[in-house]
């Protein structure tokens, strides 16, 4: 009986403790709501440092961090010490739980990502962090179901300008490959702007000939982008209102060497829905050796096929294929996919 209600009081003690604020988080707050960011850092570092701290602390001390780098980015959105705020708040966002305060943060820390993304001159790995911000402060709001409509139009805000500066860029490419890995570049960050899609459309029309292969000529080369393990070209493309008959040439970076089925070729259309290839007749390359005895020597040949097709790393294939879909199905994209890769030609409205 002594035992059980031992327990009891030291449970009630440490709610007391936990539940109480010692002088140095009060000192915070005070510094906190007179918009003195730093010295309130620096009180709550103190107070949780010592261990006694307030149920609401991590409300406050992440409050504070948001609000201190919100504003540093006033003072120089491409500061090197907003990295390190934005990392610290991060540590704490997963305890924040006022959720008033918690629309504060988000509000602060998107108004460091609109700085950033609305920086002039500002690199693609800037933009992103800003970006990131104001997608982090819109996932903590809406867990605490918070109202994220500011923090969103912030988003919208951010996209247009940066939207505005990026897109005139990209356009300026006279190379078909090079302007569409500048415009998916700019897709990543703005991936519903309007204007963008128009242009990505247009894009994607003049390069089905081509393989996306984004090279050394690219500039600022994203992984992000370059992400398709099977890369597609169509030199042939014959499309009506219920079909398409073309010829697919496949580029392999899987590092795999592997089959080429046809029947897992499907084209999607802009509303998700699908219908797959009809044909199996094609090529492959592949390496043989020719030559007379003694001169013998390696050559790139190739190799036509019915049915399943060898396609090597980094060699090609060809398959001539057909499409057929109902009235009102739109295509947006072909896909080939296999336990190696994925690739998707996209072909522009």
């Not at 014959?238 to 897992?264: C, H, R, V, Y």
């Amino acid at each position: 009986m002594k035992t059980k209600t031992l327990l009891v009081l030291v449970a009630a003690s440490a709610v007391m403790f936990a539940g109480c604020k010692g002088a140095n988080e009060k000192r915070g707050d005070s510094y906190l709501e007179e918009g003195r960011y730093q010295n309130a850092i620096n009180s709550y570092l103190t107070a949780k440092s010592k261990g006694k701290i307030s149920d609401e602390f991590y409300d406050n001390f992440t409050l504070a961090i948001a609000k201190r780098a919100e504003v540093e980015s006033k003072k120089d959105a491409q500061s090197s010490l907003i990295h390190g705020f934005f990392e610290q708040a991060v540590q704490y966002l997963d305890k924040v739980r006022n959720t008033e305060k918690a629309v504060e943060i988000g509000e602060a820390l998107s108004t460091v990502g609109l700085n950033q993304a609305s920086s002039e001159g500002a690199d693609l790995g800037t933009i992103i962090d800003g970006f990131a911000k104001i997608d982090t402060s819109i996932s903590l709001i809406n867990r605490l179901g918070g109202d994220a409509s500011k923090v969103k139009a912030f988003r919208t805000q951010a996209e247009n300008v940066y939207v505005s500066h990026a897109l005139p860029e990209a356009l300026e490419e006279s190379d078909p490959v090079v302007k569409e890995y500048n415009l998916l570049a700019v897709e990543l960050i703005a991936p519903q702007n309007a204007d963008l899609k128009k242009e990505l459309n247009k894009s994607r029309l003049a390069t089905r000939p081509y393989f996306l292969i984004f090279g050394e000529n690219i500039p600022n080369k994203s992984p992000l982008v370059d992400k398709w393990g099977y890369i597609m070209a169509l030199p042939t493309f014959k499309m009506s209102a219920t079909s398409i008959n073309a010829e697919i040439q496949f580029w392999a970076s899987t590092g795999n060497n592997t089959e080429l089925d046809p029947s897992l070729i499907k084209l999607v259309s802009t509303k998700g829905d699908s219908v797959f290839a009809k044909g199996n007749k094609g090529w492959c390359e592949a390496e043989v050796i020719v030559g007379k005895k003694g001169q013998e020597k390696v050559e790139k040949k190739q190799k036509p096929f019915t049915g399943k097709g060898k396609l090597m790393n980094e060699f090609l294939c060809s398959v001539n294929v057909s499409f057929s879909y109902a009235n009102g199905f739109v295509p947006d994209y072909i896909e080939y996919k296999d336990q190696y890769g994925v690739g998707r030609k996209y072909l522009g409205q």
